[in-house]
């Protein structure tokens, strides 16, 4: 069977390096992004958000490539790529 598209088009974004914003209080702090992010990009911290919810942060090394699956997987829509270069430039 063909697809029509690949599952969210992962292989459109997958190599431009990227960064992780986190609206922190959105969170839930499930872990599935930090679980499921294939460079380990992510992990959990020690903060803990509004709701009382540890929350996940980006590891400084820049691993992320900007595959979008922590994007496409987080249930409560609390985290979003940017690429790298808009990120320095703050937008
Ligand atoms: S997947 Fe979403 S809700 Fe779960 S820890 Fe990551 S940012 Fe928080
Ligand atoms: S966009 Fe991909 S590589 Fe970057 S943190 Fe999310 S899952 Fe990991």
Not at 67 to 74: D, V, Y
Request: hydrophobic fraction near 40%; proline fraction near 8%.
């Amino acid at each position: 069977m063909k697809l029509w598209r690949k599952p969210f088009d992962f292989h459109e974004q997958a190599t431009a390096p990227s960064k992780v914003v986190l609206n922190k209080d959105r969170c839930k702090g499930c872990e599935y992004c930090v679980v499921f992010c294939p460079t380990k990009a992510l992990v959990m911290s020690t903060e803990m958000n509004a709701k009382g919810y540890l929350i996940p942060v980006e590891l400084p090394d820049g691993k992320c490539l900007g595959c979008g699956l922590c994007e496409a997987i987080c249930p409560d829509f609390a985290l979003w790529i940017v690429p790298l270069e808009a990120a320095q430039k703050g937008e």
